[in-house]
């Protein structure tokens, strides 16, 4: 039988002609709530588990996004409500994400900077060893 409502999302990829990473699935997911953790394995195919706040917003992306296709013609999503209570994610990669963990919890792709990089006289700046994931 389907499990009852949760707030985690069990998601299959159909076809998964293109790589699959957490960017990919938070991309699609957060239109429909606040991710906290995603996690994608690839047993069977490609799978990820997506951890809503809450299961009204795990709700609306399973009737939102099961059945469509992530890319023209392939990655076809079919989703489904998950076992767990909670998703463990033990680094922040591309194959897992905890988004409760940084302060970047919206999506990826960031609006210009807020200030124009400052002009350094002499030697080379050095950045900040910030890593907000695959770095675009």
Same mark, same amino acid.
């Given at each position: 039988?389907? !499990?009852?409502?949760?707030?985690?999302?069990?998601?299959?990829? #159909?076809?998964?002609?293109?790589? *699959? =990473?957490?960017?990919? #699935?938070? =991309? *699609?997911?957060?239109?429909?709530?606040?991710?906290?953790? #995603?996690?994608?394995? %690839?047993?069977?195919?490609?799978?990820?588990?997506?951890?809503?706040? $809450?299961?009204?917003?795990? =709700? +609306? !992306?399973?009737?939102?996004?099961?059945? $469509?296709?992530?890319?023209?013609?392939?990655?076809? @999503?079919? *989703?489904?409500?998950? %076992?767990?209570? +909670?998703?463990?994610v033990f680094k922040n990669d591309q194959d897992?994400?905890?988004?409760?963990?940084?302060?970047?919890?919206?999506?990826?792709? +960031?609006?210009?900077? @807020?200030?124009?990089?400052?002009?350094? =006289?002499?030697? +080379?700046?050095?950045?900040?060893?910030?890593?907000?994931?695959?770095?675009?």
């Amino acid at each position: 039988p389907p !499990a009852p409502p949760n707030h985690i999302l069990l998601y299959t990829i #159909i076809n998964p002609a293109y790589p *699959i =990473t957490v960017d990919v #699935i938070h =991309t *699609i997911s957060t239109p429909h709530g606040q991710v906290q953790r #995603i996690v994608v394995f %690839k047993k069977n195919g490609v799978q990820a588990m997506v951890e809503f706040e $809450c299961v009204e917003s795990a =709700t +609306r !992306a399973k009737e939102a996004l099961h059945g $469509c296709d992530i890319y023209s013609g392939c990655c076809t @999503l079919k *989703i489904e409500f998950a %076992k767990p209570e +909670r998703l463990n994610v033990f680094k922040n990669d591309q194959d897992s994400w905890d988004y409760t963990l940084s302060e970047d919890v919206q999506p990826v792709q +960031r609006s210009a900077p @807020l200030l124009q990089s400052p002009q350094y =006289t002499g030697g +080379r700046p050095q950045p900040y060893n910030m890593d907000f994931g695959s770095g675009g």
